[in-house]
T-cell receptor
Framework: AQKVTQAQTEISVVEKEDVTLDCVYE???????LFWYKQPPSGELVFLIR??????QNEISGRYSWNFQKSTSSFNFTITASQVVDSAVYFC??????????????FGKGTSLLVTP | DTGVSQNPRHKITKRGQNVTFRCDPI?????LYWYRQTLGQGPEFLTY????????KSRLLSDRFSAERPKGSFSTLEIQRTEQGDSAMYLC????????????FGPGTRLTVT
């Protein structure tokens, strides 16, 4: 069975600190996709990144970076120089193939990040 | 591009009543998903449509739940005889034809059953 574990329930940092959100996953699929979503207080899930299982290159987008390590089944997310606007709940998700090219997302329980001035 | 829209945004109903939610996906996205999110949890998959065909249903989708996508565009999710345990955020997502593994979510409908 598939499983996504986000061990950190809540993290609190002061603005400009770097913060890493951990994600560990379990799957028997050889091909899969990993995602990070942001859910601000407004409630809408915002897509941040997708990573294929066969592409272990790390990725950087502005202050965001992602470290995918297949050997440890981890897909960690780092925010550099955090800002108050980064305060949100962050979800890691793993794709599960459905019939006819559909994918269900299995989400972790989320990590609530609070950035204070 | 307008995003996924959902109506209503909030719904309060009494136990035993029926409720219906609507989702309008991003234009030309042929795949549509419904998820449910309870407090402190991540979203959980409920059901999946490709065009107008409902191709997958989670065991979470009891007989009281029904979803439709009659013309392959908007979708509705109906809950009959609501129970307090149905209180949750109901999220809709859609995927484009060429990137079926990416899902874009709407703002959700928050249901409170009293």
């Amino acid at each position: 069975a598939q499983k996504v574990t986000q061990a950190q329930t809540e993290i609190s940092v002061v603005e400009k600190e770097d913060v890493t959100l951990d994600c560990v996953y379990e799957t028997r699929d050889t091909t899969y996709y990993l995602f990070w979503y942001k859910q601000p207080p407004s409630g809408e899930l915002v897509f941040l990144i997708r990573r294929n299982s066969f592409d272990e290159q790390n990725e950087i987008s502005g202050r965001y970076s992602w470290n995918f390590q297949k050997s440890t089944s981890s897909f960690n997310f780092t925010i550099t120089a955090s800002q108050v606007v980064d305060s949100a709940v962050y979800f890691c998700a793993l794709s599960e193939g459905l019939g006819a090219s559909g994918y269900a997302l299995n989400f972790g329980k989320g990590t609530s990040l609070l950035v204070t001035p | 591009d307008t995003g996924v829209s959902q109506n209503p945004r909030h719904k309060i109903t009494k136990r035993g009543q029926n409720v219906t939610f609507r989702c309008d996906p991003i234009s030309e996205h042929n795949r549509l998903y419904w998820y449910r999110q309870t407090l402190g949890q991540g979203p959980e998959f409920l059901t999946y449509f490709q065009n107008e065909a409902q191709l997958e249903k989670s065991r979470l989708l009891s007989d009281r739940f029904s979803a439709e996508r009659p013309k392959g565009s908007f979708s509705t999710l109906e809950i009959q005889r609501t129970e307090q345990g149905d209180s949750a955020m109901y999220l809709c997502a859609s995927s484009p034809r060429d990137r079926e593994y990416e899902q874009y979510f709407g703002p959700g409908t928050r249901l409170t059953v009293t």
